[in-house]
């Protein structure tokens, strides 16, 4: 839930700027993270980790938040916080939850789960994720 409440603080603090980033992401196809880093000269994930650990939330909670685009810079070879954070995300917005682009910026990264031997989880994965929001949307 926090991976991306640094967006919320860079939305609150750099309304403009950040506002520039969300237009351009709907307008490209480069990844999120890359146009903050072009316009802002920071990223959400960056923000948020730099909070958390200032926060003092445990390292690999920073480091999940931290790299969750882009785990390959990360790996351990491992299933872990940043491999969790990475996967959900990007299952977040195969399910269109979250904010919407052309770009290619929030999909797993075949590479990384077939280092973590993580490839043949993904159909349960997603089988999970369609069922949460099947129930989601008959409780509405």
Known sequence: MLHDVGKLVLATELDNPFQRVISSVQEQTAPFFEVEQNIIGITHAEVEAY???IWGL???IVEAIAFHHRPQDFSRGE???VAAVHAANALEYEMSVGIPSNTSNNRLNPE???LLGLNERLPVWREVCGR???VEQTDD
Request: aromatic share 14%; charged share 5%.
């Open 51 to 53: 909070l958390l650990g």
């Open 58 to 60: 445990p390292n690999p």
């Open 79 to 81: 299933f872990n916080a």
């Open 112 to 114: 990384y789960l077939d």
């Open 132 to 134: 949460i929001q099947h």
